[in-house]
């Protein structure tokens, strides 16, 4: 049994030419969804899951890292806040298995990626800039990808090593912004 699940985002035009036939199947395999227009919008925050939920979560990881799930999850996770640990083990079939994972911690760059965004998102409100606007978020995107591959270079992050890697973080994004604006910028 196959289980398979792919995403992908883009905007109108590219769904457009990705999906030339709307007769050849394909498209009635799919779901879509469309994210409402962001320019020189905040960057969208995570509700806070309360202590309860939070060890529900907890829970949750543990099993998957010891690999006691064998078929896929089905729970509605918006019930997260009122659910007990007991009643989340009763509900949840702790039959599927995941592959070895690695999870890494990266709330402490949120803080740098965040700040840097609220900046970029000024300069292009008070230029009117789209390009800069629409670039920034893809920017801080590969910033995260970035603090990601740079805390796998140490084997644990001290405090000294995340601001050293938060500096670059933010230095890097800023370079790269202005990169692309020039290439790319006035083809927007």
């Given at each position: 049994?196959?289980?398979?699940n ?54 949750f ?48 760059i ?48 001290t ?24 290439l ?5």
């Open positions: 049994r196959l289980y398979w792919v995403l992908i985002t883009g905007t109108q035009d590219q769904l457009d030419s990705y999906f030339k036939n709307v007769t050849n199947g394909l498209v009635t395999r799919c779901g879509f969804s469309s994210i409402d227009n962001q320019e020189y919008a905040d960057a969208p925050k995570w509700k806070k899951i309360n202590k309860n939920g939070l060890k529900v979560i907890e829970a990881v543990d099993r998957c890292d010891r690999g006691e799930y064998k078929h896929p999850l089905d729970f509605d996770f918006s019930m997260l806040d009122e659910i007990s640990d007991d009643d989340f083990d009763k509900q949840v079939p702790w039959r599927f298995v995941f592959n070895d994972v690695q999870t890494i911690d990266l709330d402490w949120m803080p740098t990626i965040n700040k840097w965004l609220k900046q970029e998102q000024k300069r292009a409100l008070l230029s009117q800039d789209m390009a800069r606007d629409v670039f920034r978020r893809r920017v801080a995107v590969r910033g995260f990808r970035l603090a990601l591959l740079c805390s796998q270079l140490w084997e644990r992050l405090d000294k090593n995340k601001k050293t890697v938060c500096d670059f973080v933010s230095w890097w994004m800023s370079v790269d912004l202005a990169e692309i604006i020039k790319y910028g006035d083809k927007y």
